[in-house]
């Protein structure tokens, strides 16, 4: 329900502003900013729902194929001691342990492509889980679905492809300087949305295939340091992105390759998967819509503002450090919009310049966090869940903790 409840915020605190704006201030503007601003991003949830229908298409379709070339299968035993912690409602060896690996494993590459049609399959194998006693499928999140999303939204990446390419374009010294702040500040930031949904839902997660995970998760962070340690900048852009591209191209290959093995009509399977990709496309946009609408008027009105000059006084009164305030919204935009985020991270480094504490700073926070709103709209409309519970809640602690530990690994690392 804070979904709701914040969605509502958003609307009434923007009229609040807007009525403030125009008779106060005398500012007849804004409330047709506003309506632009709405009808825009409205016409842009439409958009960008349609525009994942050809890519769910195809994804679904793929993961049809590796569902019947027992692919799937093979992908939840192996992950199945690690997750059973996390999802204990989830059977052993169910096919969601695996859709939920492969949209992990995604994320983590910076494949955005790849990873939202696997989690959205994730979602749906979820949701048959999540039924009422007489086997209707409930409005309400489960645990595993809001686990799985939380995880999500803290937004582990590997290689921030992105975030290196635009430092890049931006003339930046050492594009990758970046790298490990990153690293470290997602890694923090999915470890506080763990620990805030098992103190929800009383997990514990003292347990050595947890604890395996984590070891293996830094000693993959380790190795992608000492590959990327000596790299030139201009080329670890390219090939990192070659790294994910390869892997989730082998992913593919292998799924029709069992296929093949199995003996089955590839096409045909991948025909049938592809089918759900158009209608959970289409099944989406007026959850996509509602939010990014939303979003729109609050920032139309000069909500987001307020609230950044807020914190920047509230630090001063405090006599604290405020050189990190122009860069906050990305930090505040990110949970709301990817591309608003992204675009507020190259005007900054295009004023202050890349190589400054500010364009280093907002370039750390751009990978850190996640589209959380965005995430548990898509997430949730996909499979009708209306009463998100207290999704939307540890997901913004995931982001805060990102964000937090973001900004004093720009410190520690730039200032």
């Not at 990817?338 to 504490?357: C, K, Q, T, W, Y």
């Amino acid at each position: 329900m804070a979904l709701n409840y914040v969605w509502l915020a958003f609307f009434l605190i923007s009229f609040v502003v807007a009525v403030f704006k125009t008779f106060i201030l005398q500012d007849t503007t804004v409330f047709g900013a506003v309506m632009n601003a709405m009808l825009s991003n409205a016409k842009t949830g439409a958009e960008i729902s349609l525009g994942l229908a050809g890519i769910m298409t195809f994804w679904l379709g793929i993961m049809r194929v590796g569902e019947a070339g027992g692919m799937i299968d093979r992908f939840s035993r192996f992950v199945n001691p690690f997750f059973s912690k996390l999802f204990p409602g989830v059977p052993k060896g169910h096919p969601a342990m695996g859709s939920m690996l492969m949209n992990f494993s995604a994320s983590m590459l910076g494949m955005d492509n790849a990873a939202t049609p696997m989690g959205l399959k994730a979602m749906k194998e979820l949701q048959e889980l999540n039924k009422d006693k007489d086997g209707k499928e409930k409005d309400e999140a489960s645990n595993a679905q809001i686990m799985f999303l939380v995880l999500n939204t803290a937004g582990v990446i590997l290689i921030p492809t992105s975030v290196i390419a635009l430092r890049l374009s931006a003339h930046a010294q050492n594009p990758a300087d970046v790298f490990i702040p990153i690293l470290i500040s997602t890694f923090i930031a999915f470890i506080a949305g763990m620990i805030t949904i098992a103190i929800y839902q009383r997990i514990n997660l003292f347990k050595l295939p947890v604890l395996i995970f984590l070891a293996g998760f830094v000693l993959i962070v380790s190795g992608l340091y000492y590959w990327v340690k000596n790299m030139p900048p201009e080329e670890i852009g390219p090939k990192t992105a070659s790294l994910g591209g390869g892997i989730i191209f082998l992913i593919v290959v292998s799924f029709l390759t069992a296929g093949i093995r199995k003996k089955i009509n590839v096409y045909d399977v991948f025909i049938e998967g592809a089918k759900e990709g158009f209608n959970i496309s289409v099944r989406i946009i007026p959850y996509l819509v509602g939010i990014l609408v939303a979003i729109g008027a609050f920032r139309a009105t000069g909500c987001m503002d307020y609230l950044v000059n807020g914190i920047g006084a509230l630090f001063a009164w405090m006599g604290l450090n405020t050189d990190f305030v122009p860069a906050l919204p990305v930090a505040l935009m990110k949970p709301l919009s990817g591309s608003g985020s992204r675009a507020l991270m190259v005007e900054i480094m295009e004023h202050n310049g890349p190589d400054s504490f500010v364009g280093q700073l907002a370039s750390i926070i751009q990978g850190t966090t996640e589209t959380t709103f965005y995430i548990l709209a898509v997430y949730f409309g996909s499979v009708n869940i209306k009463k998100t519970r207290y999704a939307l809640t540890a997901g913004l602690i995931a982001d805060f903790c990102g964000i937090v530990s973001a900004i004093l690994l720009g410190y520690l690392f730039f200032h």
